[in-house]
């Protein structure tokens, strides 16, 4: 039962993106170390996502999802991306504060109940793309911790501007 109510707002959540019309890419990548353990973001692990642009007068915007479990030991996360266009050549690179918990009270932040959580940042306002064709953004956690537990998944979402 526990199982069926995580799956529910995973589902839905997911029905509702698949629905809007701005959306171009949302994709989540699943965390674990390189011996298996589940829920862990090693430093060396370097999720990347490819994207395709079709429209060089349009704006977008690009989000990160991060997925958390309760037990994750900090109410923040670094992350770094990197992006990179059609030519192969470097487009941003940037480092990232993403507020998980309140830093006063603690409370978990993201939408999520009993002990897992999920987020979503605007990383990329209003994003303009020079070239048409795919595009790389290469995410990095930036916690000095060679084994970060307790982020479950990351992904990236763009849409077009309204």
């Not at 959540?13 to 019309?21: E, I, K």
């Not at 490819?50 to 309760?70: G, K, L, W």
Request: charged share 25%; net charge neutral.
């Amino acid at each position: 039962m526990r199982f069926l109510l995580r799956l529910t707002p995973v589902l839905f959540v997911g029905l509702l993106a698949s629905c809007n019309p701005n959306e171009i890419y949302e994709k989540n990548q699943d965390l674990k170390s390189a011996v298996g353990d589940a829920y862990v973001w090693a430093v060396q692990d370097k999720p990347t996502f490819e994207f395709e642009i079709p429209d060089t007068t349009q704006r977008y915007d690009v989000y990160f999802n991060v997925r958390n479990a309760a037990d994750y030991e900090y109410y923040n996360l670094y992350v770094r991306h990197t992006l990179t266009g059609p030519d192969g050549k470097p487009v941003s690179r940037l480092l990232h504060q993403m507020l998980l918990m309140d830093p006063q009270t603690g409370e978990p932040r993201g939408d999520g109940s009993g002990d897992i959580f999920d987020h979503r940042f605007l990383a990329l306002p209003n994003q303009k793309f020079h070239q048409t064709g795919p595009y790389k953004i290469m995410l990095e956690q930036y916690m000095r911790q060679d084994q970060l537990r307790g982020i479950m998944a990351v992904g990236v979402r763009v849409v077009k501007r309204p």
